[in-house]
């Protein structure tokens, strides 16, 4: 799923248009450009700091402090497993280490074959039906140490 | 749609819509708030939709897809009305069911009924189901009866006439002052009076004023903003437009967090419908009120809940806050006076309007007027979201609406505010819920999270959570909050593996006053609380933990021990070798000799 440069900054001149090239807007800029392009690449990134004549260093430093951004490419699967308070209380932690088992990359990474991305998150607001996981936008409650291996081969 | 041009209009619309409505007529309200699409809902809603198709009850029945109501245990939730008939926990396999039996025949799915667990008896009705009749639902009992992606079911509730009181009736004066008189304190955790905000707000210099709905709901455990903005959008809307008028902005904006997908989509079709009937834009109703309204999400840092952190993020900067010496309320957004606050305090304001500040007064107590939502979790019966008046104590939330602990363990604490707030023991139940008494025993009222634990939860593990969330979350900006989190953290880790040494106590303490007295934001001052108060009420844990290397609630893995099993286990090593690499690789053998109190691990 790799993307050519051009085709790139192309992409970011659109969302660059669609916020009519405003530097307070740089955050959902970079939402937008993630969605298009799957991470924040660094053609992406410098095409986004000449179109808003941003310096690249503010760029990077945005990039970088939000946890929602990913300067790597990810995996076809976006797993997401809560550790909010309520969900660390039923658990989560033992469903995370089950999932970095079976997945084989730990939190924060991404696996060789670009199967599957693991990220931990504060919290999705689902806190009745901890632990959660959530893979391509899809929540899974009550998940359980003895369902996740059939949960992720649900995803090739 | 034309767009609404007067007050009059906008009554006569609602006649209108009123008049379609037949009381009588079925409906089947599903709930798709995240809570229970995360146990399947959508594929009932889709069951709902194929299985009334099927039957032939298409014009004969209406399905109505709400946001969260709160009773999050039981969900997938389903109400048929107009026999106002609850059925909790429903599958897909049940729709066919319901649809025919219920919908079709009037006749009750027993099976699906909720058991009240005190008398043993199945509940048919909604309205007496005791979770819900305990609480006072001013603002989630209105979730069920609303399709957040239509407005006219809003209007038909009313909604939008609290703005039409205040363009024809009330002078920004007269807004804020009733405002004031109603003791709305915030509900995103400040607790400051919204009133005063507002009036420092309207009376600072400047001619651009900015109004802000702070929905990046970070705190860990909750989720009354979310059931808030996804089921009822345009209660939050028009708390911003009445507020926005009695400051005088024209420009809004409502900051969501980046993991609020749904919010986010219904808060956007929300303002898309406001501005096609009239409720946004310039010349609001025909009063020459303009406001707009812009939706930004978050990027996934909890510090962007801090107003300034919030307003730099919204200004394409790192999410760092400032020193308020002076306050957003004078030069916040792009230096102008703004006013931020809290989803659930903005729902509020149509309700005071509406119905009056002496009304509102009468509900709570002194200092803390009205309601309070709070995401009751964690080990209890009934995890979800509970609406009650401020003044009810904690022991009337947990057990009166909470059902208590479950598997008849014992109550350990509860934390209430997040990571901002406190543990609060058992020996404090009968506290009632309200900002002073909260922060008077070293917790506070925060957003509203109540994290319920019991015997099997680990104060010390609790507090190192905590302080470990809080490390990641820290912008790095200043010293204490940056260094003192990563020390701390590293001592309660220590303290959770068996290293723990005389004085570490101590200098937990010590660390925490000076992030206390010494943090930029709110982010440090208020990370100290969860170790204070598990170190005030549960001291003897800390000591356990340091002084014998053992925890009492048998979570710290590295601290358990089997003491005089060495022979057996050997025996298991060798004959079930699966069951011995589990064990082996989750915990730490100790051989307990009188002079080694050390563990070894294989």
């Known amino acids: 799923m790799s993307m050519g440069v051009e085709q790139m900054q192309e992409k970011v001149t659109a969302v660059l248009d669609k916020y009519r090239r405003d530097k307070g807007s740089l955050v959902s800029i970079l939402q937008d450009t993630q969605s298009e392009i799957g991470y924040l690449a660094r053609e992406a990134l410098m095409e986004v700091s000449q179109g808003l004549d941003v310096p690249l260093s503010q760029v990077y430093s945005v990039a970088t402090f939000f946890k929602a951004f990913s300067l790597k490419p990810r995996g076809r699967h976006l797993v997401n497993v809560c550790l909010g308070t309520a969900c660390h209380v039923r658990g989560a932690v033992k469903v995370l280490e089950t999932i970095e088992r079976e997945a084989g990359i730990k939190s924060g990474e991404t696996d060789e074959e670009l199967r599957f991305s693991l990220e931990t998150v504060n919290c999705v607001g689902a806190c009745a039906l901890g632990p959660i996981v959530i893979i391509d936008g899809k929540y899974s409650g009550d998940m359980k140490i003895d369902k996740v291996k059939a949960l992720l081969e649900n995803y090739r | ?602």
Not at chain 2, 586 to 593: A, C, E, H, I, N
């Open chain 2, 1 to 602: 749609m034309n767009r609404l041009g007067s007050l009059a209009e906008l009554e006569k619309l609602r006649k209108s819509i009123v008049s379609k409505k037949d009381p009588k007529k079925p409906c089947v309200i599903i709930c798709g708030g995240t809570g229970c699409l995360a146990l399947a809902a959508a594929e009932v809603i889709s069951a709902f939709n194929q299985e009334v198709e099927a039957q032939g009850l298409v014009s004969k029945v209406d399905i109505r897809v709400t946001g969260c109501p709160g009773f999050c245990e039981r969900g997938p939730l389903v109400v048929v009305e107009p026999e106002n008939i609850f059925y909790q926990r429903v599958k897909p396999s049940d729709v066919a069911e319901i649809v025919s039996e219920t919908v079709g025949n009037n006749k009750v799915v027993e099976r699906l009924l909720y058991v009240d667990p005190e008398t043993g008896q199945r509940i048919v009705h909604e309205s007496e189901i005791p979770f819900y009749v305990k609480q006072k639902r001013l603002l989630l009992g209105n979730n069920s009866l609303i399709d957040p992606e239509n407005i006219e079911d809003y209007l038909a509730l009313g909604g939008y006439s609290a703005l039409s009181k205040v363009l024809s009736d009330m002078s920004p004066e007269e807004i804020i002052e009733e405002v004031k008189k109603s003791g709305l304190r915030g509900r995103g955790g400040g607790g400051f009076p919204a009133g005063r905000k507002w009036e420092t707000c309207r009376n600072a210099e400047g001619d651009i004023k900015y109004v802000i709905c702070n929905c990046d709901e970070g705190d860990p455990g909750a989720f009354m903003d979310r059931s808030l903005m996804e089921g009822n959008p345009h209660s939050v809307l028009e708390g911003m437009l009445i507020g926005a008028y009695a400051i005088g902005s024209s420009q809004g904006y409502i900051y969501v967090r980046n993991e609020y997908p749904l919010a986010v989509m219904n808060a956007e079709t929300a303002v898309k419908q406001a501005e096609e009937y009239g409720f946004l834009g310039e010349n609001i109703l025909g009063s020459g009120f303009d406001f707009t309204v812009r939706i930004n999400r978050g990027g996934g840092a909890f510090v962007c809940g801090e107003s300034t952190a919030l307003m730099a993020s919204l200004e394409g900067k790192v999410g760092e806050p400032r020193a308020k010496y002076v306050h957003t309320s004078e030069k916040g957004l792009w230096e102008m006076p703004t006013n931020l606050n809290n989803v659930e305090t903005w729902a509020n304001v149509p309700l005071i309007i509406n119905q009056g500040a002496d009304w509102y007064t009468k509900i709570g107590t002194e200092n803390s007027k009205g309601t309070k939502i709070f995401s009751l979790v964690g080990k209890v019966n009934n995890t979800g979201l509970v609406e009650a008046p401020m003044g009810m104590t904690l022991r009337e939330i947990v057990y009166g609406i909470g059902g208590g602990i479950p598997g008849g363990k014992q109550f350990k604490a509860v934390q209430t505010g997040g990571p901002s707030g406190g543990c609060i023991p058992e020996s404090m139940l009968d506290l009632p819920v309200d900002f002073d008494e909260l922060t008077r025993v070293g917790s506070m009222m925060g957003s509203g999270g109540m994290i319920v634990m019991d015997e099997g939860n680990c104060m010390v593990d609790i507090a190192r959570y905590f302080i470990s969330f809080l490390e990641g979350e820290s912008c790095g900006k200043c010293l204490p909050c940056r260094e003192g989190l990563k020390r701390m953290n590293q001592i309660l880790t220590d303290i959770t593996e068996g290293r723990g040494k005389e004085g570490d106590i101590e200098l937990l303490e010590d660390l925490s006053a000076m992030l206390v007295d010494s943090s930029l934001c709110a982010l440090g001052t208020s990370a100290p609380n969860p170790v204070l108060t598990t170190i005030r009420y549960f001291r003897d844990e800390y000591e356990a933990h340091v002084r014998d290397k053992r925890c009492p609630a048998g979570v710290c893995k590295e601290l358990i021990t089997y003491s005089g099993l060495v022979l057996v286990d050997s025996l298991y090593f060798f004959t079930a070798a699966n069951f011995a690499a589990a064990i082996v690789s989750r915990l730490t053998f100790s051989v307990s000799f009188p002079l080694n109190k050390s563990s070894t691990s294989i």
